[in-house]
């Protein structure tokens, strides 16, 4: 695909945006930055193929509106390439161990050489600077979950092991903090001719995201319990119940409004034991705790799922079913919000359905253009378009500097 080919629109239209790095976490943020308009050219290793490709129909979605060049970066005709990206280039987001581009001489500075407006964004496991000895570690997802903190906290209670959040769920939230971080960066490097530098650790994403389970654990000692299905360590009702169709609804429950309408529902506003207001029931509240436990669990078993679920936000008590992919792919709500698309797949040569572009944008909607490319699909347009005549295209072929499926 040739630059005049990709639509315009969205808000990021006449931005460039030069990915290189694999799986999930870098790339995905040059991705959203594509669905809103971006030109993303994604640079992929002449080594091997991107693993991503292998992990089901992940690479159709999350390298979607993406153009590609498979290039060896650290030949010496490839490392000129990447200089004639990287000039005309606003944005560059790399993923690789700490410290990897510079020591292949690619320092921000050299960069800023070539264009003083770019911004950069280097997405590791732990960071460009530190302790040595971790900087240059390599890292996927549970592993930054595990160093930051976020995995002691999630699973079922002592003695079960812990259990890190799936699928990928470090990997997707580094990516929209390098998305934003780029976006806010390209910002000021407009309005001033100067660009910037961001270094995005994984295992500090998760940190970020601990609300007052780090603030506790650093200001007053106490590590956080894992809770499983329950909303915290000390309430009765688990969030999660199992209803009479073998499915599952989440509850959201808090508040004096919220119990009073649960306990209506529940058969239970009459009882003595619970007159009193309250915004909460603890596990150690007995009798009360014992009955509303029960009659929770009785009021599941009678139900199915959906039912429950209905019943429970007539009475104004926050819940959802547990949804699956069959329920999410037939929901009126998914289907008028329109959460569910389809795009043209190259790699299968086939119409996949899978996520929508999101947010929703109301001024300059996002788009879809294509799926994830296959690997090399884009060498010669884009290397034309830098300048490449077909003779030096061909040469770079016969050398491997470029490489094609």
């Not at 999930?24 to 930055?33: F, Q, T």
């Not at 506790?216 to 999660?240: E, F, S, T, W």
């Amino acid at each position: 695909m040739k630059h005049n080919e990709i639509p315009v629109f969205g808000n990021l239209q006449g931005v460039r945006v030069l990915s290189s790095g694999t799986n999930i976490a870098g790339p995905v943020a040059c991705s959203l930055l594509g669905e809103q308009g971006a030109d993303v050219i994604q640079i992929e290793s002449t080594a091997a193929h991107d693993i991503l490709r292998n992990i089901g129909e992940a690479w159709t979605v999350e390298h979607r509106n993406n153009r590609t060049i498979a290039l060896n970066i650290r030949s010496e005709q490839g490392e000129a390439v990447l200089k004639k990206l990287v000039a005309k280039a606003d944005i560059l987001v790399e993923s690789s161990k700490g410290g990897t581009w510079a020591k292949w001489g690619l320092t921000d500075e050299v960069l800023w050489e070539i264009n003083p407006k770019l911004v950069i964004a280097h997405v590791s496991g732990y960071g460009q600077s530190g302790d040595p000895e971790y900087v240059s570690r390599g890292s996927f997802d549970p592993i930054g979950q595990a160093f930051s903190g976020f995995l002691a906290v999630n699973g079922m209670p002592d003695p079960e092991p812990p259990l890190h959040a799936k699928p990928y769920t470090c990997d997707y939230i580094t990516a929209l903090f390098t998305a934003w971080a780029v976006t806010a960066a390209l910002y000021r490097a407009r309005e001033t001719g100067k660009g910037e530098s961001v270094d995005v650790a994984q295992y500090e994403v998760m940190a970020r995201i601990q609300a007052d389970y780090m603030m506790d654990g650093l200001n007053k000692g106490r590590q956080a319990p894992r809770m499983g299905i329950y909303g915290n360590a000390v309430c009765a009702l688990p969030n999660v119940q199992r209803c009479k169709d073998g499915n599952y609804i989440m509850t959201g429950i808090g508040g004096v409004p919220v119990f009073r309408s649960l306990e209506k529902l529940l058969g239970l506003e009459s009882d003595p034991d619970f007159a009193e207001p309250h915004g909460t029931i603890d596990r150690d509240e007995h009798p009360r705790s014992d009955k509303i436990v029960k009659a929770m669990a009785d009021f599941c078993a009678s139900h199915t799922a959906e039912e429950a679920n209905d019943l429970l936000n007539q009475y104004k008590v926050p819940c959802s079913v547990v949804m699956t992919y069959e329920m999410m792919a037939k929901h009126p709500h998914y289907q008028a919000r329109e959460t569910f698309t389809t795009w043209h797949d190259p790699i299968t040569e086939r119409d996949v359905k899978g996520i929508n572009t999101i947010p929703v944008f109301k001024q300059n909607p996002s788009r879809i253009f294509r799926g994830g490319p296959t690997y090399g699909m884009d060498n010669e347009d884009i290397l034309a378009e830098f300048g490449y005549s077909e003779a030096e295209i061909a040469d770079m072929y016969d050398k491997g500097v470029i490489k094609k499926a």
